[in-house]
């Protein structure tokens, strides 16, 4: 078998994509937890927006993690969860493109992107990842 633990580096692409989720994450909740008017794709009340801002620090948290410690224990553990996250979202995501005007159309836009990037990551990973580990 091949072992999944700390020795087993990810691609460079998975550490830079860590990167770029967990700063866009930490620039989200800047703006979350300063309320500002347009984070999501439509508005939120003051109270939820501080409750998503702390939700996405824990979010933050994880995928820079993932960077500063790049390996396949870590790695399989984030692209699952954000697989099972990007499957559940995509269809209320997109039906949601009949409803976002202006500037909640734009981050709409930004945040299907991050969903389509980070499932392509997930479903070209995780499967090659077992298998090289069944194959061992």
């Not at 580096?9 to 700063?23: K, S, T």
């Not at 389509?116 to 995780?126: D, G, I, K, P, Q």
């Amino acid at each position: 078998r091949v072992p999944a633990g700390p020795r087993v580096p990810v691609p460079a692409l998975v550490r830079v994509a860590f990167l770029v989720f967990g700063l866009t994450l930490s620039v989200a909740v800047v703006m979350l937890l300063g309320r500002a008017e347009v984070v999501f794709p439509w508005p939120l009340s003051p109270g939820s927006s501080v409750a998503y801002g702390f939700l996405f620090v824990a979010s933050a948290a994880f995928f820079l993690d993932g960077f500063l410690r790049p390996s396949r224990a870590n790695a399989v553990g984030q692209l699952t969860g954000f697989l099972v996250y990007d499957l559940i979202l995509f269809a209320p995501w997109f039906a949601h493109f009949a409803r976002a005007k202006g500037p909640f159309l734009t981050s709409l836009v930004i945040y299907v992107a991050v969903l389509a990037v980070s499932a392509a990551l997930a479903a070209y990973y995780l499967p090659r990842w077992y298998w090289e580990s069944r194959r061992a």
